[in-house]
């Protein structure tokens, strides 16, 4: 998934904490606080009444009272779920679900089947993670079941759901009647003032990483996957996608001519986070025998275009990876509130309208998520402490997709771009943050408050290290066995470090390689990269040079004509180069703005670039364009770099607050509004 968050601001608060965890789980394998929604009405549950003697009485309830707060700890294999892996498993989901604008809801039944992974004389209660949901009955092979609602330590984490399981097979069902909230995390309901057509409303999830819990009952951990069909009732104004396959046409509802009713099945076994649904005015239009685009009317035309090669994606990460699994790929450009680059919903990507810059220049974004249909979705981290797993894989296997495209040139190119973002970042973070190391530590940290690009690019990073270092054939080589052993499994560093160990042999042991160092330091790498394309280089380093030095009304026409013969992606690096040494003059910037016309490219990361680059400068011909792409989009990892270099901007500040509150806010995501309330220091 590529996204940016930065997590200065936690890091701060858990300096302290990770001094101490560091030195005591350095070699383990193994916040943003949320408000608890339970319902205020008085709802049929069953709840825990008292507690005695060590053990726990249960009655069935209708009354509004709390249960006993009972803080657990959660399962050892994953700090960020309450499941426990090691009682029961999920195999299958069976979802039927009703959407609800009006009340902002999705309400219904999970028909679980679970197994128990060990026999014994007694059954453990079944612990499943939830976040302010309703639950309104629980039945275990048709019958009904004692349950109780356990608040965590951590609000971030949700509620446990304890039920007593009475099931005399290791092999059972348990069906929930319940109700997501109104705030449900997992959802964003967009009025239709909101969508890019205006016309009607719009509804997306994002479970990952630790949401799907607020969605619906389940062990919320990537170490545990299960198979899913759904029946989804819906308005029948919009449609319904979701992360699997359509069964059959969607049809009337019995409960009235309004509604519409559909069906998918997701045969490949995933984890929680990526369970995904969609519901608004949009179409499709296909692109080859298995791709499909979905956007809204007035996007999908351009959408299709700028994604025609996806078909030639899917077909170069097989020749890489192997059988493509999940029989059709498709790609949701969602409204422009989406906070991410683009998720990798199994069977349906869901992206950014950012990726259409009109010229095709960022569909790399595309090959990053087609590639998780390997790396992620088919072989998953097993936590989120290990979450460069999923994406330090999906990031060298992108790369790989665009050289098998359009030449090693490409691939080069992207490792000199993603090199500069790594600087970048730990510069961000600080080269002695706990957060710039691969493997994390998760005991009481929210996971979405540790996201950055170190997982992305250090981890693809390490990945290019042992490439060269063992050649690109036998990288290759090892990538589809490694792909092929673990596939429909998840693993964490010291099972992934053990494999490739065992597939290489004892040239993987030696001390060059400093398994530790990489694995487990903070800041940058033990290793340099040497880029193979100085042909393309060399003329960014070029144009740096010159955008540094005084320029001249009459440098714009060299200007333009050395510009306009190199890529997009060298444009971008030239932009972020210069994000990295002093700023510059605000006559400079006015030249090449006006010969470039980068304050209006339709191209969302030179965009982002080049007012990074005026905000530096502190160049307010500049602000207009910064407010109104800050308007047009909602992702995250343009919009807090942006907002934070305002604040830093003190004559700028009270304007960045005040558009902020009047005009972005109502139209963010709450996730990336959460943030850029911290960036403008109003929390």
Same mark, same amino acid.
């Given at each position: 998934m590529k996204f940016w968050v930065s997590v200065l601001e936690f890091e701060a608060k858990t300096s302290n904490f990770f001094r101490r965890l560091v030195h005591s789980r350095r070699n383990s394998d193994n916040c943003r606080e949320r408000s608890l929604h339970l319902s205020p009405n008085a709802t049929p549950v069953i709840l825990c009444s008292q507690?005695?003697?060590?053990?726990t009485t249960y009655r069935s309830s209708t009354s509004s009272g709390k249960p006993t707060l009972l803080p657990k700890m959660n399962s050892p294999s994953d700090p960020s779920s309450a499941a426990d892996a090691t009682k029961y498993v999920t195999k299958h989901l069976s979802f039927n679900w009703t959407v609800d604008f009006r009340s902002r809801t999705v309400s219904g039944t999970v028909l679980m089947r679970i197994v128990r992974v060990l026999p014994g004389q007694e059954n453990p209660p079944l612990v499943l993670d939830i976040n302010g949901l309703d639950i309104r009955s629980i039945i275990i092979d048709k019958e009904e079941a004692p349950f109780k609602i356990v608040p965590q330590d951590n609000k971030y984490l949700g509620q446990r759901l304890e039920i007593v399981n009475r099931a005399r097979t290791l092999d059972f069902s348990v069906h929930i009647t319940y109700s997501t909230s109104s705030h449900s995390p997992a959802l964003q309901w967009l009025e239709k003032e909101m969508t890019t057509d205006g016309q009607v409303p719009f509804m997306y999830s994002q479970c990952q990483s630790i949401q799907a819990r607020s969605l619906f009952p389940c062990q919320d951990t990537p170490g545990i996957k299960s198979t899913f069909d759904?029946?989804?009732? +819906?308005?029948?104004?919009?449609? $319904?996608?979701?992360? &699997?396959? +359509?069964?059959?046409?969607?049809? $009337?509802?019995?409960? &009235?001519?309004?509604?519409?009713?559909y069906h998918f099945t997701q045969e490949v076994p995933i984890p929680s986070y990526l369970v995904a649904i969609a519901c608004g005015d949009i179409l499709s239009e296909p692109i080859g025998a298995r791709t499909t685009v979905w956007a809204e009317r007035s996007v999908i035309k351009r959408a299709a275009y700028e994604l025609a090669e996806m078909e030639k994606m899917l077909c170069a990460a097989e020749d890489l990876c192997g059988p493509y699994q999940w029989k059709a790929y498709g790609v949701l450009i969602l409204p422009p509130s989406f906070p991410y680059g683009g998720m990798e919903n199994p069977c349906l990507t869901f992206v950014s309208p950012t990726i259409i810059a009109g010229d095709r220049s960022l569909v790399s974004v595309v090959a990053h998520e087609i590639a998780h249909s390997w790396t992620g979705n088919l072989v998953t981290n097993r936590s989120w402490e290990?979450?460069?797993?999923n994406e330090g894989h999906t990031i060298y296997l992108e790369r790989l997709i665009m050289e098998h495209l359009h030449g090693s040139d490409e691939r080069q190119l992207l490792l000199s771009l993603g090199y500069a973002e790594l600087i970048d970042e730990v510069n961000t973070l600080g080269p002695e943050s706990q957060f710039t190391k691969l493997v994390t530590h998760l005991d009481g940290v929210d996971p979405e408050l540790t996201y950055n690009r170190i997982p992305y690019e250090k981890g693809s990073l390490f990945l290019y290290f042992l490439e060269k270092k063992f050649g690109k054939d036998k990288m290759l080589g090892w990538l589809r066995s490694y792909l092929q052993h673990f596939g429909g499994k998840s693993l964490d560093t010291p099972t992934w470090r053990d494999y490739f160990v065992k597939y290489f042999g004892q040239a993987a042991v030696g001390d060059d390689i400093q398994w530790e160092v990489w694995l487990n330091d903070c800041g940058m790498p033990p290793w340099v990269p040497k880029f193979e394309a100085d042909s393309l280089l060399d003329p960014c380093e070029e144009l740096i040079q010159m955008f540094q030095q005084p320029m001249s009304a009459v440098d714009a026409e060299n200007i333009l004509g050395r510009w306009t013969t190199i890529s997009g992606i060298q444009h971008e690096l030239i932009l972020r180069k210069l994000n990295e040494k002093p700023p510059l003059s605000h006559q400079n910037l006015g030249i090449i703005d006006e010969a470039l016309k980068l304050s209006s490219s339709g191209n969302a990361e030179i965009r982002f670039e080049w007012s990074r680059l005026c905000l530096r400068a502190h160049y307010l011909p500049a602000l207009d364009s910064v407010f109104e792409f800050l308007h047009g989009q909602g992702r995250l990892r343009y919009t807090r770099p942006l907002y934070r270099a305002m604040y830093e901007w003190e004559e700028v500040r009270p304007t960045a607050t005040e558009k902020f509150h009047k005009i972005h806010r109502p139209k963010m995501h709450r996730l990336t509004a959460s943030f850029v309330q911290q960036d403008l220091h109003l929390v």
């Open positions: 507690v005695s003697s060590g053990k759904a029946i989804v009732t +819906a308005p029948k104004e919009t449609v $319904v996608v979701m992360g &699997g396959i +359509a069964t059959s046409s969607p049809e $009337v509802s019995p409960r &009235g001519d309004n509604w519409m009713v290990h979450f460069w797993l």
